[in-house]
């Protein structure tokens, strides 16, 4: 199956900006989606398609995909924001449906 | 209120079985096709299985592929992953979560899944 590449972790400062990448050939066919997920918790969906936020996500999240890269940014973090991040994507090699990132650790400082 | 509760989990040894049920609530199940992922601890999210709306399109992960089947009943709102000839690497927290598949050629094709459960621990040890 293909493999969709994040790295492991980053910080941030309290109020600014934070975007985290994720790379692979399947994004140069599908979308990427982006989970948010807390210790002991469900991963959430906070970003999905092009640029779109369910509802309840705040908007400060925000999607852009360029070639073979997916991007989450996050504007203003705040504390709560603190979390495991997943991008997804349909996997263009056929082998697999669904391909997960290998996650990323948000830390707010 | 759009809910997935998932149950069956537990220990279980090595070449064992194990049936996880989820249960949905809240949406018109039978429209949705379903998916199975898992997070072994300490590891990021690895997708395990997909099954259609109707139930005649199913995938599963290589690593699963010929042990576990995915099944579902719509009449009783359920998605079933009957898991056989259980490994410790199977050892994991398994979530069942909702599918979005849409789109077209001009507004692009859009790939998600929406709506997770909290998810059932499954422990594979002698």
């Known amino acids: 199956s293909s493999e969709l590449t994040q790295d492991p972790a980053v910080s941030v400062a309290l109020g600014q900006t934070v975007r985290i990448t994720c790379q692979g050939d399947?994004?140069?066919?599908?979308?990427a989606s982006w989970y948010q997920q807390k210790p002991g918790q469900a991963p959430v969906l906070v970003i999905y398609g092009k640029n779109n936020r369910p509802s309840g996500i705040p908007d400060r999240f925000s999607g852009s995909s360029s070639g073979n890269t997916a991007s989450l940014t996050i504007t203003g973090a705040q504390a709560e924001d603190e979390a495991d991040y997943y991008c997804?994507?349909?996997?263009?090699?056929?082998?697999?449906?669904?391909?997960f990132g290998t996650g990323t650790k948000v830390t707010v400082l | 209120e759009v809910q997935l509760v998932e149950s069956g989990g537990g220990l279980v040894q090595p070449g064992g079985s194990l049936r996880l049920s989820c249960a949905a609530s809240?949406?018109?199940?039978?429209?949705?096709?379903m998916n199975w992922v898992r997070q072994a601890p300490g590891k990021g999210l690895e997708w395990v299985s997909y099954?259609?709306?109707?139930?005649?399109?199913?995938y599963y992960a290589d690593s699963v592929k010929g042990r576990f089947t995915i099944s579902r009943d719509n009449a009783k709102n359920s998605l079933y992953l009957q898991m056989n000839s259980l490994r410790a690497e199977d050892t994991a927290v398994y979530y069942c979560?909702?599918?979005?598949?849409?789109?077209?050629?001009?507004?692009?094709?859009?790939?998600?899944?929406?709506?997770w459960g909290k998810g059932t621990t499954v422990t594979v040890s002698s």
């Open positions: 809240g949406f018109t199940f039978s429209s949705y096709e």
């Open positions: 099954i259609s709306s109707s139930g005649s399109t199913i």
């Open positions: 399947s994004l140069r066919s599908y979308y």
């Open positions: 979560a909702r599918d979005q598949s849409w789109g077209d050629i001009l507004t692009g094709y859009y790939y998600y899944m929406d709506v």
């Open positions: 997804n994507s349909r996997d263009s090699s056929g082998n697999h449906l669904y391909v």
